[in-house]
């Protein structure tokens, strides 16, 4: 069975960058298209972004332009490089594979 770790969240000042990192256990990763999620508080949960195995990615419109998913197969990881952070970008995140979860990490967007 699949299991997700998510790393790289935090508090940044509006305008900042972070980079998630969302580590899977097993040995199919790559064959495997991975997405990863956002819920904010008192909101329902939102798709930001997907890569497929062949690495086409797509976006929400809320985050195009300002987020970027990329995998490291080798590493059975994939990324979200955040960029020109927004305090309505605060949000638990969290990456998805199968029918995976993992525990999500806490981005927060504040001065």
């Known amino acids: 069975q699949v299991q997700l770790v998510e790393f790289g969240g935090g508090l940044v000042q509006p305008g900042g960058s972070l980079n998630l990192s969302c580590v899977a256990s097993?040995?199919?990763?790559?064959?495997?298209?991975i997405r990863w999620y956002r819920q904010a508080p008192g909101k329902q949960r939102e798709l930001v972004a997907s890569?497929?195995?062949?690495?086409?990615?797509n976006y929400a419109g809320s985050v195009k332009c300002r987020f970027t998913i990329s995998r490291d197969n080798a590493k059975n990881t994939v990324y979200l490089q955040i960029n020109s952070l927004k305090p309505e970008d605060t949000a638990v995140y969290s990456c998805?594979?199968?029918?995976?979860w993992g525990q999500g990490t806490q981005v927060t967007v504040s001065s």
């Open positions: 097993g040995s199919s990763f790559s064959i495997y298209a």
């Open positions: 890569i497929s195995s062949g690495r086409a990615t």
């Open positions: 998805h594979l199968l029918s995976a």
